[in-house]
């Protein structure tokens, strides 16, 4: 069964650093990987989406990264503001299984203070 | 820009209430997703629907069906609306296929079972 693990489950950092969040997933048959933000009570909005075949990809400040042998993304976050402040979320689209679905990880909640 | 509406942002009922939740795209996706977010348990998949008037369970259907009688618009359907269904419930759309497309998220629904 797909496990969709990330750490940490909260970080604050102050405005302007550079910052790593991870992602780990246990099985390696995915078709892709999406990362999302959520602000407080809201919906989800699509950040990036790595295919399988693909080792990374950029928006702006954002770079994600996928390393599918190992089970793990990160999604780099360049030069940090306080508009960044949210939850992060990755979710992995299986082969197997109910292809149709995606598992979420639990997310990261960033804060990052002026 | 892809739009996927929901019909409310938050809904108050009472237990034993049949509670329809409307979600709406406008881009012509054949998929359609919904998913309920709940704290410490991430998001989860209730149905989705791949074409009109098809639908698969997903993880959680208990106590849910869908209606997709057009393409742009698919339904969460709680028949007697429980207290352990107070949750956020987020719609998704995506266009068909396993491997390439993200999915779409709307803003949410807040529901609240007293």
């Known amino acids: 069964k797909q496990e969709v693990t990330q750490i940490p489950a909260a970080l604050s950092v102050p405005e302007g650093e550079n910052l790593v969040l991870n992602c780990s997933f246990t099985?390696?048959?995915?078709?892709?990987l999406q990362w999302f933000r959520q602000d407080p009570g809201k919906g989800l909005t699509s950040l990036l989406l790595i295919q399988s075949s693909q080792r990374e990809q950029t928006s702006g400040r954002l770079n994600a990264s996928l390393d599918k042998s190992s089970g793990r993304s990160t999604l780099y976050i360049a030069a940090s503001q306080p508009g960044d402040s949210a939850t992060y979320l990755c979710?992995?689209?299986?082969?197997?299984?109910?292809?149709?679905?995606?598992?979420f990880g639990q997310g990261t909640t960033l804060q990052v203070k002026p | 820009d892809v739009k996927v509406t929901q019909s409310s942002r938050y809904l108050v009922k009472r237990t034993g209430e049949k509670v329809f939740l409307e979600c709406v795209q406008d881009m012509d996706h054949e998929n359609m997703f919904w998913y309920r977010q709940d704290p410490g348990l991430g998001l989860r998949l209730i149905y989705f629907?791949?074409?009109?008037?098809?639908?698969e369970k997903g993880d959680i259907p208990e106590g849910y069906s869908v209606s997709r009688e057009k393409k742009e618009r698919f339904s969460l359907i709680l028949e007697s609306a429980s207290t352990n269904q107070t949750s956020m419930y987020l719609c998704?759309?995506?266009?068909?296929?396993?491997?390439?497309?993200?999915?779409?998220f709307g803003p949410g629904t807040r529901l609240t079972v007293t």
């Open positions: 998704a759309s995506s266009r068909p296929g396993q491997t390439t497309y993200e999915q779409y």
């Open positions: 099985d390696s048959a995915i078709y892709n």
């Open positions: 979710a992995v689209r299986q082969r197997s299984g109910n292809t149709g679905k995606l598992i």
């Open positions: 629907s791949y074409d009109v008037k098809m639908k």
